[in-house]
């Protein structure tokens, strides 16, 4: 049987609107204790936006963190309360590409940083793209205001991440997983 560790005690070290850090003093498998960091995160819902033609929708955003900006994949914080996933990633599939998908089907779920962090990110396939109306368009601001959208073909889009080009781990996630399921033709999904 697995040893089961304990959390000892646990100090708030910084909370924040996004997530907040605690040092918890965990039970070692050897018996002793040790602290361990962990960020606690609302999570996050990722789209691979997949066109008839075969082509992702990627974006370029600013993030501060890397101090670059990156391509990504349309996304979003899991910030509504009582939402459902494919509700949010519709939204943001929405705000950051204006566009809707008569399909949002889940495609993979991850751990982006297990060792520090709890966020828990779900992937959706969207199929059956459509624009959204001029009128109805979100209004990007801040580091969303100036995204660069484009469509690559996913295979492109895969070479991507070989080349080192995109580096976002739920897209590079993402895109290896809808390739993957593609080929399979498509029997790799699940339902929920």
Known sequence: ????????????????????????????????????????????????????????????QYRHAVRQRLWELPAGLRDVEGEDEAV???????????????????????????????????????????????????TRTAEEADLEVRRVDLDEAVAMVFRGEITNAAAVAGLLAAARARDSGWTLLRSS
């Open 88 to 138: 949010t990633a519709a939204r943001e599939l929405a705000e950051e590409a204006d566009l809707t998908a008569g399909r949002m089907e889940p495609l993979i779920d991850l751990h982006t940083s297990p060792g520090f962090s709890d966020e828990w990110v779900r992937v959706f396939l969207a199929r059956d793209l459509a624009p959204v109306a001029e009128a109805d368009r979100h």
């Open 1 to 60: 049987m697995a040893f089961e560790h304990e959390t000892v005690s646990r100090v708030e070290r910084f909370q924040g609107a996004i997530f907040t850090v605690f040092t918890d003093e965990v039970t070692m498998s050897d018996g002793d204790t040790a602290d361990r960091d962990v960020v606690e995160n609302r999570g996050a819902v990722v789209v691979v936006a997949l066109d008839e033609d075969d082509r992702v929708v990627l974006i370029k």
